[in-house]
């Protein structure tokens, strides 16, 4: 059994460390190169608030089909060749109508959003939920992004914006065979009932609706600095090359957190949480203060420092406290919180705040926000101090 735990441990490792290096590359210089081709800081706010809304209703949506259908494989595999053959399209079509680009990029936001939380939730299950071999996996995962990311950002900076879709199909081809190869275990089998009360049945889970709302809160908190990073940089004298090291040593620190997560299960829940909110509060602080592009790579890392403590226990959360039926909708709903729902509340405004007021006025705002995370999570253990959701 131990072998067996060992072999998936090898397979999905190298599968989610090739899977991440493929979605940054494919996704993370592409609103850099918008820009190049002429797109405006709130115009490039307003399709990223659609994205995100698209990416929210693809996560949901999707995650539902996963739950019903019973499998993540049959799911995932339709949803990468679909979105990777978009994102080449809008590649080339971004040079000669960057508004037919806007039109078209939020629907990648539907088809991509859900991939990562099918192929985690498809781990969870190969692992029998033991969220510690999950975190080893995952951890690896984001190292081939951190990878991808640094050597991508040099490619781009010394060759040229046409090194993303070169990279995006060297990439693509192995994550599409592993995935095709590696089988799937059956999920459990749940009744007609159980399916149709999806929504109301992770409602009525209290412990499920408070991740939601410290997740949306906190990911609107810092959303317009993750995603108009090289805004960000711009200000301070950065460049696409310094987005990369920028993501790359980000990544790299997220990986090392979420790999031990086995170990960061002896934190509460809660605390953890806790700790999320913080280091997303130091994150928009040396954003706002920046005199230079140190200070935002250290900012990235106290978000991935974030980003770390946050995957595994909503996780872990969901795991424990969700119906088995649900568990796809349950982490997509709950990614989507975090990256996707709450990036579209947050950049429908945050392009026009920047253009009007600077691009530190968003960390300013963003601190101001993460009083409400901050405030559940602290009241969250003051009430039950030695209890463990």
């Keep these: 059994m131990k072998n067996k735990s060992n072999s998936l441990l090898v397979v999905f490792s190298i599968l989610d ?29 307003l399709v990223l608030a659609v994205y995100m809304a698209c990416s929210f209703l693809g996560s949901f949506f999707w995650g539902s089909v996963s739950d019903r259908k019973r499998t993540n494989k049959r799911v995932f ?97 192995p994550v599409f065979l592993i995935t095709l190869l590696i ?25 499920f609706i408070i991740l939601l709302i410290v997740l949306f809160t906190s990911g609107m908190a810092v959303s317009p600095v993750n995603n108009l ?6 200000n301070v004298g950065g460049d696409v090359g310094i987005l990369g090291l920028d993501s790359f040593l980000g990544v790299l620190v997220q990986a090392v957190f979420i790999f031990t997560s086995g170990k ?53 959360i969901v795991s424990s406290n969700v119906p088995v039926s649900l568990i796809t909708t349950a982490n997509s709903l709950s990614d989507a919180m975090y990256g996707s729902f709450s990036g579209v509340v947050a950049l429908s405004y ?16 963003g601190a101001f926000i993460l009083i409400i995370p901050i405030t559940i999570n602290l009241v969250s253990i003051l009430r039950a101090p030695h209890r463990r959701p």
């Design 17 to 45: 460390s090739i899977f991440w290096a493929y979605f940054a590359v494919f996704l993370g210089f592409m609103t850099t190169y918008f820009l190049e081709c002429g797109m405006t800081n709130s115009m490039l706010s």
């Design 77 to 173: 595999l339709p949803l990468l060749l679909v979105s990777m053959l978009l994102g080449l399209a809008i590649f080339f079509l971004a040079p000669h109508n960057i508004l037919l680009v806007a039109i078209l990029y939020p629907v990648i936001g539907f088809l991509v959003a859900p991939l990562g939380s099918c192929l985690d939730t498809w781990m969870i299950r190969s692992f029998d939920n033991d969220t510690a071999l999950y975190g080893k996996a995952r951890g690896i995962g984001s190292a081939g992004y951190a990878v991808a990311m640094l050597a991508g950002g040099q490619l781009v900076k010394r060759i040229g914006y046409w090194m993303i879709p070169v990279m995006t199909l060297v990439l693509y081809v």
């Design 183 to 207: 089988r799937e275990k059956p999920m459990t089998q749940v009744s007609k009932s159980g399916e149709k009360a999806d929504v109301r049945r992770l409602l009525s889970v209290r412990v």
């Design 229 to 234: 990073k090289i805004v960000m940089l711009k």
């Design 264 to 316: 960061l299960k002896r934190i509460p829940t809660r605390s953890r949480l806790l700790l999320m909110s913080l280091c997303l509060l130091m994150t928009l602080l040396l954003n706002g203060f920046a005199q230079s592009p140190a200070w935002i790579i250290i900012g990235t890392l106290f978000s991935n420092v974030a980003f770390g403590f946050m995957l595994p226990t909503s996780r872990e």
């Design 350 to 365: 945050s392009g026009f705040v920047m253009d009007r007021f600077g691009p530190r006025s968003v960390a300013y705002l």
